[in-house]
């Protein structure tokens, strides 16, 4: 059974950083491409950043810069480094798994507060 687990969030200060982690099960090649969403109260799901197998990495205008996607494939974990946060950064933070086309495996979430 896939399961991916967040860990990592809580309340920080603006200007202040979070490392999120994302441990897979079985295994993170059970994927072909990770990704990491954050969905704010009262908006949709967004995609923050996603990296390949490869380490092909996309990220979203809004954290170029701030944000750093990395894995660990020995740990079968995926981690989000997030540096000078902004209230803005203030969502629920999702793991993603891409299987096929879609990214369709999600974790239940990691609530990521900032505080300005």
């Known amino acids: 059974q896939v399961q991916l687990v967040e860990s990592g969030g809580g309340l920080v200060q603006a200007g202040g950083s979070l490392r999120l982690s994302c441990a897979v099960s079985?295994?993170?090649?059970?994927?072909?491409?990770m990704g990491w969403y954050r969905q704010a109260p009262g908006t949709g799901r967004e995609m923050v950043v996603t990296i390949t197998g490869g380490g092909t990495t996309s990220y979203a205008d809004s954290v170029k810069g701030r944000f750093t996607i990395s894995r660990d494939n020995a740990k079968n974990t995926i981690y989000l480094q997030m540096n000078s946060l902004e209230p803005e950064d203030a969502a629920v933070y999702y793991c993603a798994g891409r299987g096929g086309v879609l990214y369709d495996y999600w974790g239940q979430g990691t609530q990521v507060t900032v505080s300005s």
């Open positions: 079985p295994s993170i090649f059970s994927f072909s491409a």
